[in-house]
Structure formats: structure tokens, C-alpha cells
């Protein structure tokens, strides 16, 4: 949710409780009582049959608030380490004894849609999964994509150990934020290098997926992106619960090979 300047001053905020902040608290760049204000005010009376929510920094106090506001609320969360005020709560990763985590933090009657078959991918994906040969043969092709944050710059170090293979005869396809703080180096690093293609702002890796023979990448969403097109993975875990998801896929003999940056 991106906090958004007042539209209506007539909307006042709740009064703040006296609890400790969310561990990702800061991410909201406000407090949560001003950001449930804000959010009312952009609304502008609009009433929505559904408001879903996304964002770790928000949780029960913040849904509670916006109740009076909209029919349904839905939220989308794959960490399970606060309460929420809801009608419907995704987690779409595979993570085990997964509807345990939620037993406390959700209402009783609240619907749950857990594990990767609700998982959010592109009509894309549908379209191309049956039609992807099986991976056969030697690495020819391969996709390089972490997210699009990446603030580690994992992307570099990828294509830095690719060119110190010095195979001409491997192709590797790299795609970035247009707006990372590492896109002009990595820019400059591809520059000239025939089998290197560097693309930006794609609205689907799915076509990239369907001609690379192998991946590297984060263990995030993408996991389910690649899980669908039989791509196989070397994947980094950035973050606890990537690291989580990429175990159960590697117990499950996904062709994923686990390294932790832990």
C-alpha cells in the first residue's frame, strides 16, 4: 500500500495502541494509523466489494480500521508472524503444516487459499505450460532474474561468474528493473558481449522460460513462474521464507539446487 496525500481532512486517524511495531514495520514509510487514514481518503466513499491487502507492514489493526470501508477484505501474506482482521487469506508458497501458522492469527470463519495451487501467475504460464518440451541435452540457454528489487546485486555476480566460464557457446539472458540502483552497471558490464542479451521492464518471463534450459535466480515467487514452465533452477535465498520455499521444493526433487546467503 502506498501511502497517498490526504484527500479528505475530515478522515481521522485511529488512535495508535500501545503495541510494538511489526518487524517490517518501516517498509510502510509512514505509521499504520496514518496509512489507514490515507488510504480511507483515496478511496473517496468508493465502497469496494473486495480490498486486498499486501503488505508486511500492515496487519489486523490497520484491516479493523478500513472494515466500515469496504464489504471484504482479503489479504495476501506468505510470513505468518501477525494477526489479521480478514475474510480471506492467501499464501501461495509451499511451506508445511502451513494452516497451523494461521490457527491463531485470523478469524475463525475466515476462507484460506494455501499453497502454490492459488498461486498469482499470468494467463501466460496456463497457456504455455503443456507445450514446453522436457529439458534435453546440454545448457545452451540461460536465464538470469532476481526479482525486482535485488539490492544485493546478485544479478552482477551472476553474470561476473558466466563471463569467467568464457563460453562463447552458452547464451545468457538477463533481465532487470529499469529502475534498479544497479542498472547502469550492469549496463555497462553487458555492453559488447555477443551472447549476453540485457532486457528491461518485461511484462512476462514467460517466453524467456520457455527457451532457456536452466535458471538462476531468488527463491520468491518466480519459483512458481518457473515451477509451471519445468525449468529447472540454481536459486539463492535472499530472505527466511524464500529459503523455507526452496527447501520443500528441493525435498521434492524439483531439479532446484539450494544456496543460502545465510
Avoid at 83 to 95: G, R
Avoid at 142 to 160: H, K, Q, R
Avoid at 207 to 221: C, E, H, N, R, Y
Amino acid at each position: 500500500m502506498v501511502s497517498l496525500p490526504m484527500q479528505n481532512d475530515s478522515v481521522q486517524a485511529p488512535a495508535q495502541p500501545d503495541q510494538p511495531p511489526l518487524t517490517h514495520a518501516a517498509w510502510l514509510g509512514s505509521d499504520w494509523c496514518t496509512d489507514a487514514r490515507q488510504t480511507i481518503a483515496a478511496m473517496n466513499d468508493m465502497n469496494p466489494d473486495w480490498l486486498i491487502v499486501d503488505h508486511y507492514a500492515l496487519d489486523a489493526r490497520w484491516e479493523s480500521h478500513l472494515r466500515s470501508y469496504c464489504k471484504r477484505i482479503m489479504v495476501i501474506d506468505d510470513l505468518a508472524d501477525r494477526s489479521h482482521d480478514c475474510d480471506l487469506l492467501m499464501n501461495q508458497n509451499l511451506v508445511a503444516d502451513k494452516s497451523e501458522q494461521y490457527s491463531d492469527r485470523v478469524p475463525a470463519q475466515c476462507g484460506m487459499m494455501l499453497g502454490p495451487r492459488y498461486a498469482l501467475l499470468q494467463p501466460q504460464y496456463a497457456d504455455l505450460h503443456l507445450r514446453v518440451p522436457p529439458r534435453e541435452g546440454p545448457v545452451r540457454r540461460v536465464l538470469v532474474y532476481f526479482g525486482g528489487a535485488d539490492s544485493s546485486n546478485l544479478t552482477e555476480m551472476a553474470i561476473l561468474a558466466f563471463l569467467s566460464l568464457n563460453r562463447k557457446d552458452i547464451v545468457l539472458d538477463v533481465v532487470i528493473n529499469p529502475e534498479s540502483p544497479h542498472a547502469e552497471s550492469i549496463r555497462r558490464q553487458t555492453e559488447g558481449q555477443q551472447n549476453i542479451t540485457l532486457y528491461t521492464g518485461l511484462p512476462t518471463l514467460a517466453l524467456l522460460m520457455v527457451k532457456s534450459d536452466i535458471a538462476i535466480g531468488a527463491g520468491g515467487t518466480t519459483s512458481w513462474e518457473r515451477c509451471c514452465m519445468g525449468l529447472p533452477a540454481l536459486v539463492i535465498t535472499l530472505v527466511e521464507n524464500q529459503k523455507q520455499i526452496s527447501e520443500q521444493l528441493d525435498s521434492r526433487k524439483t531439479q532446484t539446487i539450494v544456496e543460502s546467503t545465510r
